[in-house]
């Protein structure tokens, strides 16, 4: 890392004024750590491997990683199923790892969130195991979610709820003498019982939870299924529609997504948070029905950011993309709060394929060799570069996921036998799941997993021509998608852009997407006509070359000066 970039950077624990803190700016880059960088050679990713990775990190010019969960689990959900909170899982390394990790990123002047999962802990977590032990009616149950059955022996599920990774929400349990009981509820898999957040012992426990990483040192924390806590009282039936997204998305009213009894909870942690010196902060997943709706989870004594999901499910369409830019920029900022922007995460299809899908495909089910919706490649990849290079440009905060710097597509070939997401087990193959973007990513052209394991070993497997999209084949290459993503990051941070203001710019048409953000202007043709540039403007990047000096169609320009 060269010094100029950590001058330029601040120091990580120096107080901000309100209103300046760097999570409202930040560009936080996804690491999903079993697919990012293996040390050991066990073919999955470890806290060495990304510690081996600062450097790399360093010089894409982000400000801050999260780390998809490291924490002691039997991997059913791929480590969204934790048993001990406050321990490292010994395929990721160990505590003392962590720190080493930690102590290198912000010696890089780069921030740490860590992800925590509290709406339901594995099956295999000590409280768990007690609750089995202890039978109906004891305290161990009541930290989970234990109903008796309905018909005449119990023998139905107390409601209708459904699995987000499809069958039924419930599983009955054989009692320790060896009878037919009680049922629990697990919103996910059979093996991530959902807490029961009544229960004081549970909010407690994670007050705990929260002290140990914040003690560690963590800048914050990602809030797995922020929206799911609380459930409605009586666990009433509920059947979303047809059509629906797995996590919630655009339904209202669900009895277990959006509940008003969470805002307590969050307000309880902002508070415990605040107690912390260098600013550290809650960002929700939360997939709820609108920015305005999200925007009530990042009131000023709440979170302090929510994932954007509205802007990540939006088409490749300009109107809609206005539409979602301002309606965020307009909901976040009523409260005071920064708008994010994400089009990428270790849940969805890359957007490098997602942009140019044959037909839709809904949020969660993934894509195989056999589903109808087929990406076109090259069209997403270019429409992938236009996308983030606006959305690099948007004032406020914006994620990043693991690969999408090397314009990484969604690996849709991968065989069904080495496919891991529960999902795919639960719906009998019938939803591919989320597999495909979890590939572990590409280091070098050359080694056979492309240098992401120091043994050649990979969890899944990789594409063959991946050489091309490795690391080291794009760098210094002024074309490649990670010198756009380089080029982008900095301008950013020289123009403040982050922390900018939006002005729209109407003149180019309905199928453009055009605004000034301080000193830059951006222009994106999401249409098909090539669109003259401003007389005298400076280039500052663009995202597929110019077609006779102008801008071709999905494709993204950042510009200075110019009339
Ligand atoms: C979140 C995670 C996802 C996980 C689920 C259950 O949505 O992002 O990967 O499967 O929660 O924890």
Redesign the pocket.
Known sequence: MTSSTQQSRPETRLPSAPGAEWWRSAVIYQIYPRSFADASGDGIGDLPGITSKLDDLAELGIDAIWLSPFMTSPQK?AG?DVADYCDVDPIFGTLADFDAMLEGAHARSIRVIVDL?PNHSSDQHVWFQAALAAGPGSPERARYIFRDGLGENGELPPNNWESVFGGPAWTRLVEPDGTQGQWYLHL?DSS?PDFDWTNEEVREGFRGILRFWLERGVDGFRV??AHGLVKADGLPDYTPPADAAS?GGDEQNVPYWGQPGVHEIYRDWHGLLAEYDGDRALAA?AWLPSPAKTALWVRSDEMHQAFNFEYLETDWHAPKLRSVIAESLAAYGAVGAPSTWVLSN??VIRHASRLALTTESPQGNGIGPLSEAQPIPELGLRRARAASSMMLALPGSAYLYQGEELGLPEVVELPDDARQDPTWFRTHGERYGRDGCRVPIPWTADGSSYGFSASGASWLPQPPRWAELARDAQRGQSDSTLSLYRRALAERRTHALGTGSLEWIDEYGDDVVAFRNGAVTVIANVGSTPLELPTDATVLLTSSPLEDGAVGSDTTVWLVGGA
Request: net charge negative.
């Open positions: 959900d969204y999962v996910f991530q797995d299924v996590m997943e270790h849940d």
